[in-house]
């Protein structure tokens, strides 16, 4: 099995963290067979670092877009994915990574990955969990094990290209797993050591605020198809959380807001299908024992992993 990889990363203004993305990928025991790193119209330092970067690593190829005025997290993103993606032949490679600029990686990051994917033909997408340091203190973020998170989507690129990529909307990064497990492909993330992510930035904090990015969560848990009870479990479950109980009520109000407001959601009939048969048993038996019978009913299925690309 190949294990040729292809990393895109979509960045704007990220002189403060970039660096230390890079640094930690040329450490990697398995390099990228290909970086594209999306400028999505910078205006500090970070146009600088990346011509240094392409100059010294040839892997890195840096794409230029026009800059829109301003930061725009979720389908702004995935825009700026979908751009870089656009200036290679996603069939010459085994693995596509969606990689955000503000992390850093240990060095065994993608082998270890990889190793994962061997070992697992139903293996979809996989990432590790995602950690943030204050000071000495390292606290792991609360991320459920039934997907690989936003900052590091690792995915074969078969089950990519079976699942039709990532939506453009809030919570894409939530939507793909479960259209994976619809598709008949495990998402995952584990914790393990040489799997750890250093999250330079705390997710869901947006470009403005976190106040902001909460309330920007909440419509993406509408947009997504939750339905208000799961929705207001979630909120419960971040409100204990940093910030303590405002994150909660962010996710709750931006859910309510759109709800009012009747905003556009997904309306594919099997995915809504899969994802409320999910948040349901999630709410009834907790989502540890739905993971695990989510993952032994695809494992009923032939895997799809082994076909040859």
Known sequence: MSRRYLLISPCRDEADYLKITIDSVAAQTVLPAKWIIVDDGSSDDTPKILKRAAQQYPYIQVVRRDDRGKRAVGPGVIDAFYHGLSHVRLSDYEYVCKLDADLKLGHRYFERSMEHFEADPWLGTLSGKLELHFGDKIVLERIGDENSVGAVKFYRVACYEDIGGFVRGVCWDGIDGHMCRLKGWIARS????????????????????????????????????????????????????????????????????????????????????????????????????????????VRKQPPKGTATR
């Not at 969560?217 to 479950?237: C, I, N, Q, T």
């Not at 959601?265 to 048969?277: F, V």
Request: charged fraction near 25%.
């Open 190 to 297: 584990v914790d393990e050591p040489e799997l750890r992510i250093n999250h330079l930035r705390q997710m869901g904090s947006s470009q403005t605020n976190i106040w902001h990015g909460r309330m920007r969560w909440g419509r993406g848990k509408y947009f997504m198809g939750s339905e208000p009870a799961y929705a207001a479990a979630v909120a419960l479950y971040r409100a204990l959380e940093r910030p303590f109980v405002v994150g909660g009520a962010g996710i709750l109000w931006g859910y309510v807001k759109a709800t009012l407001a009747r905003e556009p959601r997904m309306e594919d009939p099997a995915y809504l299908s899969q994802l409320r048969r999910f948040e349901r048993s999630s709410l009834l038996l907790g989502k540890r024992r739905t993971i695990e019978h989510e993952n032994a009913r």
